[in-house]
Each structure stands twice: as C-alpha cells, then as structure tokens.
C-alpha cells in the first residue's frame, strides 16, 4: 500500500540552524513528491515538488530512490519558516496525492 | 480569480444535526478533493472527482458521510447525522488534470460538534 511517513510531528530549532523535515514513502511505481506547507491563518499551499529540482525559500528536497525517502532542509532557519509541513506522495495515475500526517516547524529566535 | 472558496468558515452544531460544507472550485479545473484535517491523522483524503464524477470514496469514514457535486463549479460534503468525532477541519481542493499536479486549497472549514 501506499504511505508517506513524516516521524516527527514537532520540531523546534533555533533561528539560524540547519533544518531537516524527514519524509519517507512507501511505493512500488514511480513515485512524484511533493512539499506543501500551511503558514498560521493561510491556506496549505505547495512549496515544492521534486520533479522541479529547485529551490524555494531556501527549502530543497533531493529524491532518493534507493532509502525511499524525500528530506526537507534549509542551511539556515528563519522564524518565518514556522509552519505545518506536509510531505505528499502522486501515484503514477490520476491526480490523486497521499499526505504524510504532517510535522510542525517552530523556528525560535 | 479568488481560488478555491469553502463555506461556511466555521460551523458549531450539536450531535445528531446534518452539517453541511460547500466549495467551490477554481474555474476550468477538472478534479475536486475533499480532505479532513485533525491532530492526531494530518490531512486525509476523504473523495475526489474527476469531471463532477466521484472517482475514490475510500477515504469516507462511514455512511454518515456523502458527498456531491452537481457542477463543475459547485461540491457538497453532507455529514448526517453529525458526532463529536466529526470534529475537524475540512478541507476543499482543486487542481487541473496532468501536469504539474499542484492542487490549490480552500480556506477550510472548521467543524466543532458538540
């Protein structure tokens, strides 16, 4: 079946350290991965996807095939960076996306 | 355009009543996703359609729920009746068939039964 796992659902770092959001899925096809992220009173919106290979906001994310997973990081934490991040999953037909349970970032100054 | 608009923004109702969440989606956008978000599960997909036909509805939690969506321009998610355990924000989305897959999201709906 299909799963995207997010292990941490808080994590608190301070403002100006590194910042590691895990994600790992569980697919047998060709999996597509997405970031999207939830700022306090603003809609969920996409951050990133990998397909893009870009950066945004300072966020990258690298597919690894091999361990399965699809990490958010950022050299250097922002307190605007505080938000609810999801990890989501396209399978390789339809429009459909499977969400992780979600990780809160609570960047401190 | 103003995007995907869900209504009402917050409901309050008591258990045993029908709640009903409407959304409406970004014009000329051939898929429309319900989720639910709570604490303890994140956000999941409760149904989606493709051309105002349901496509999955594994996700619903029960026969208490249904959903519709009589146009391209217009969803319902009906709850009836209503539990405690309804208590979530509901989410509306929408996003264009084919790449690049971005579904854009409603404001929510927050849902509190008492």
């Known amino acids: 079946a299909q799963r995207v796992t997010q292990p941490e659902k808080l994590l608190s770092v301070f403002k100006g350290a590194p910042v590691e959001l895990k994600c790992n899925y569980s697919y047998s096809g060709s999996p597509e991965l997405f970031w999207y992220v939830q700022y306090s009173r603003q809609r969920l919106q996409l951050l990133l996807r990998?397909?893009s290979r870009e950066s945004i906001k300072g966020f990258t994310a690298d597919l690894n095939k091999g361990e399965t997973s699809f990490h958010l990081k950022k050299p250097f934490a922002q307190e605007e960076d505080s938000a609810m991040y999801y990890c989501a999953l396209r399978l390789e037909y339809g429009n459909k996306l499977v969400f992780g349970a979600g990780t809160i970032l609570r960047v401190k100054s | 355009d103003a995007g995907v608009i869900q209504s009402p923004r917050h409901e309050v109702t008591e258990m045993g009543q029908e709640v009903t969440l409407r959304c409406k989606p970004i014009s000329g956008h051939d898929y429309l996703f319900w989720y639910r978000q709570t604490m303890m599960r994140g956000l999941e997909l409760l149904i989606y359609?493709?051309?105002?036909?349901?496509?999955?509805d594994s996700g619903m939690p029960e026969d208490r729920f249904s959903a519709k969506m009589p146009n391209a321009s217009f969803s319902t998610l009906k709850i009836q009746p209503s539990e405690p355990r309804d208590s979530a924000v509901y989410f509306c989305?929408?996003?264009?068939?084919?790449?690049?897959?971005?579904?854009?999201f409603g404001p929510g709906t927050r849902l509190t039964v008492t």
């Open positions: 359609f493709n051309n105002n036909v349901p496509i999955d």
């Open positions: 989305a929408s996003s264009l068939a084919g790449p690049p897959y971005e579904q854009y």
């Open positions: 990998h397909i």
